[in-house]
């Protein structure tokens, strides 16, 4: 299974971004989908998470009401919405898939500066 992020960028204070995971894989509609993010200096951290149907999703509490997951099994992609952008939110951010075994994408970077 690979999973490719895009969408990251440089973005100023209160922007908004959103962010791509796509799939190589038939039955991603079994994979429940997170996003992680890993800021300089610190561990990586789960942003939110979206359950392979998308009936449940739930997110970091730093990042609630401003930041939505959402998935597109016909496209076997999985995005996340981030509005509201703070310097904070600077990180690589990467995409998880787990269904018997975990994947990882390689990262994108998002930059939140002025």
């Known amino acids: 299974v690979q999973l490719v992020e895009s969408g990251g960028g440089l973005v100023q204070p209160g922007g908004s971004l959103r962010l791509s995971c796509t799939a190589s894989?038939?039955?991603?509609?079994?994979?429940?989908m997170s996003w992680y993010r890993q800021a300089p200096g610190k561990e990586r951290e789960l942003v939110a998470v979206?359950?392979?149907?998308?009936?449940?999703?739930n997110y970091a509490d730093s990042v609630k009401g401003r930041f939505t997951i959402s998935r597109d099994n016909a496209k076997n992609t999985v995005y996340l919405q981030m509005n509201n952008l703070k310097p904070e939110d600077t990180a690589v951010y990467y995409c998880?898939?787990?269904?018997?075994?975990?994947?990882w994408g390689k990262g994108t970077l998002v930059t939140v500066s002025s």
């Open positions: 998880r898939a787990t269904w018997r075994m975990e994947y």
């Open positions: 894989v038939i039955t991603f509609s079994r994979y429940d």
């Open positions: 979206i359950t392979s149907a998308g009936v449940s999703r």
